[in-house]
């Protein structure tokens, strides 16, 4: 069985800081993975998208890295802003179409 | 327009009661699911259906029951509701049998927050 684990549970950092987000898992036989993000009350918002066979994939100030043979991913944020305050969470793709999450790193950004 | 939109967004009901919450895709998308987050934030799986077929199906109570009508529904149906069952629900979708660099990736909803009393 897949478990995703997400470090740190939270986080708080000044505006302008960079944001370094990790998830790891525990089985390497993935068909992708993708991040997201949450705000309070709010529905998923697909941030990346990585297939097995990518190495990392980059969308403005986002930047997600997949290294399966470690079983991690890391999603990294440049020049973080108030507005990036959210929820941002893990989940990993098996070849079984079942999608597990990781429980979340909740991000404050001071401004 | 809302790529993934369920209703109701809010249900309030007693224990005991029968209810429904409604999910429509309309990105031609071949695969949606039912996902459920607890109090503490956690998404787990529930039920996904290809095609109209089902094809993933966790463990939870039969009270809950899927139905997809055609391939841009999903509507989930829930019997004899318990406190236990309080929590949001989120329907996704995803396209899955063509191939390309953002297959697989989920298109969730704004969710349905249910609260049993």
């Known amino acids: 069985k897949q478990e995703v684990t997400q470090i740190p549970a939270a986080l708080s950092v000044p505006e302008g800081e960079n944001l370094v987000l990790n998830c790891s898992f525990t089985?390497?036989?993935?068909?992708?993975l993708q991040w997201f993000r949450q705000d309070p009350g709010k529905g998923l918002t697909s941030l990346l998208l990585?297939?097995?066979?990518?190495r990392e994939q980059t969308s403005g100030r986002l930047n997600a890295s997949l290294d399966k043979s470690s079983g991690r991913s890391t999603l990294y944020i440049a020049a973080s802003q108030p507005g990036d305050s959210a929820t941002y969470l893990c989940?990993?793709?098996?070849?079984?179409?079942?999608?597990?999450f990781g429980a979340g790193t909740t991000v404050t950004v001071r401004a | 327009d809302t790529a993934v939109s369920q209703t109701p967004k809010y249900l309030v009901t007693q224990m005991g009661n029968d209810k429904s919450i409604k999910c429509e895709q309309n990105l031609g998308h071949d695969t949606m699911y039912w996902y459920k987050q607890d109090s503490k934030k956690f998404l787990k799986i529930m039920f996904s259906y290809n095609n109209k077929e089902l094809i993933i199906n966790e463990t939870v109570p039969n009270r809950f029951s899927p139905k997809s009508p055609d391939k841009a529904h999903l509507n989930l149906h829930i019997n004899s509701l318990e406190l236990g069952d309080s929590a949001v629900y989120f329907c996704?979708?995803?396209?899955?049998?063509?191939?390309?660099?953002?297959?697989?990736?989920?298109?969730f909803g704004e969710g349905s927050r249910l609260t049993v009393l």
């Open positions: 990585i297939q097995s066979s990518q």
């Open positions: 089985d390497s036989a993935i068909y992708n």
């Open positions: 996704a979708s995803s396209q899955d049998r063509l191939a390309g660099a953002n297959t697989g990736e989920l298109f």
């Open positions: 989940a990993v793709r098996g070849n079984d179409y079942k999608l597990s």
